[in-house]
């Protein structure tokens, strides 16, 4: 039987009631948006109780196993109604079918002053990696798509992330395509580093051309982290490969943590993509 799975927002958008509240909308989306289910609360009602009983309406005796969530303010509310009915909560920026619902509904929403973006989130500036997890170097990396598929999968790695959309024969990629990646050689502390990586849920990891240059790490839901700055244009030169890499890869790419150089040992490794914009 397959898991059916749940994607959800609720928060407050552009209407207002006819007594001039505003109202929170509730949106709720299979990833294929064959069912949908909609409601309004005014904001003065919104509360955990009130999202319960939405969800017990929409599901009709057949509650999802799991719920995704991409916004942050979102997320409390919905943990706690999800607890309620034993459901558990995934956050995540992977959330397509419902952004695309999201911006397509937001059109016919009445013309305010600013502009309505549903999707907008507030992003925090990207923080540097913690001084305590600081690997002792990195490099810039590519491995044929095979070997991700056929060898990286199959190691004993401590801390492996390889969600199966992401694996490069459901991306539709050949065999001997070449996937980019970042590797960072942890020493003592690679365990440590791998453990916190997967602790904020690495997402994807760009190069972001500045002064100086950046490797920028994004994770969880608006999380981003700096990985490692540079000024060498060589390294620059590298990074732009990088990110040409990506485009030739459906935005395919790595990040694998090893104690050193040897090969010999992985400690953790992330298959990342950016998320589809609507």
Not at 59 to 79: K, Y
Not at 112 to 134: F, G, H, I, R, S
């Amino acid at each position: 039987m397959n898991e059916v799975i749940w994607q959800i927002d609720f928060y407050r958008c552009p209407i207002e009631d006819k007594t001039g509240q505003v109202l929170w909308e509730l949106s709720i989306c299979d990833s294929t948006s064959q069912f949908t289910y909609e409601a309004f609360c005014p904001q003065s009602e919104v509360n955990s109780n009130w999202l319960v009983s939405q969800l017990q309406q929409a599901a009709g005796g057949n509650l999802p196993s799991a719920i995704q969530v991409f916004r942050p303010q979102s997320l409390s509310l919905i943990e706690l109604a999800a607890k309620q009915l034993g459901i558990k909560v995934e956050p995540t920026r992977r959330t397509q079918a419902l952004k695309e619902w999201l911006r397509s509904k937001a059109q016919n929403y009445p013309t305010t002053k600013e502009p309505y973006d549903p999707l907008a989130l507030d992003k925090p500036p990207p923080t540097p990696l913690p001084e305590n997890l600081w690997g002792e170097e990195w490099r810039l990396a590519a491995l044929p798509a095979s070997e991700i598929q056929e060898v990286i999968k199959n190691r004993p790695i401590p801390i492996l992330e390889m969600p199966e959309f992401l694996l490069p024969i459901n991306l539709g990629l050949a065999s001997t395509a070449t996937v980019p990646g970042v590797v960072i050689y942890g020493g003592r502390r690679s365990m440590q580093l791998a453990r916190w990586l997967q602790d904020v849920r690495p997402v994807s990891l760009n190069y972001i051309a500045g002064d100086p240059d950046g490797l920028i790490l994004e994770a969880g839901l608006v999380d981003r982290w700096v990985v490692a700055t540079f000024a060498d244009k060589e390294v620059a030169a590298a990074a732009q490969r990088y990110e040409q890499r990506k485009q030739s890869s459906r935005g395919l790419h790595f990040l694998l943590v090893q104690p050193d150089d040897s090969g010999m040992t992985h400690t953790g490794f992330w298959l990342l993509q950016n998320p589809k914009s609507p």
